[in-house]
């Protein structure tokens, strides 16, 4: 199955609040996290506990999915990531 075939069992929806949801066609499930077939590089390489998210303003901010933490500050995991990325990029 390639992307755009993975891509297509989703809907992107908002939710009535501004954020932003993924439906399954398939599965009938949902989910705030954006699917892997939606990610950026950056996305796939973070393999921390750590999503960036944004709020229905716009604003960025971290959501730490085991112990459910919140901050508007990027947590050294993912600065780690991010500056490998750019030393070492693919």
Same mark, same amino acid.
């Given at each position: 199955m390639?992307i755009?075939d993975?891509? &297509?069992?989703?809907?992107?929806?908002?939710?009535h &609040?501004?954020?932003?949801y993924?439906?399954?066609?398939?599965?009938k499930?949902?989910?705030?996290?954006?699917p892997?077939?939606?990610?950026t590089?950056?996305?796939?390489? &973070?393999?921390?506990?750590?999503?960036?998210?944004?709020?229905?303003?716009?604003?960025?901010?971290?959501? &730490?999915?085991?112990?459910?933490?919140?901050?508007?500050?990027?947590?050294?995991?993912?600065k780690?990531?991010?500056?490998?990325m750019?030393i070492?990029?693919?």
């Open positions: 390639d755009e993975l891509r &297509n069992q989703w809907v992107v929806q908002k939710a &609040n501004g954020l932003i993924y439906f399954n066609k398939n599965t499930k949902s989910t705030w996290y954006k892997e077939c939606f990610q590089k950056k996305e796939r390489a &973070n393999l921390t506990d750590w999503k960036e998210l944004h709020t229905s303003e716009g604003r960025k901010y971290y959501y &730490n999915i085991t112990t459910k933490e919140t901050t508007w500050i990027m947590p050294a995991q993912l780690e990531i991010i500056e490998r750019v070492f990029p693919s």
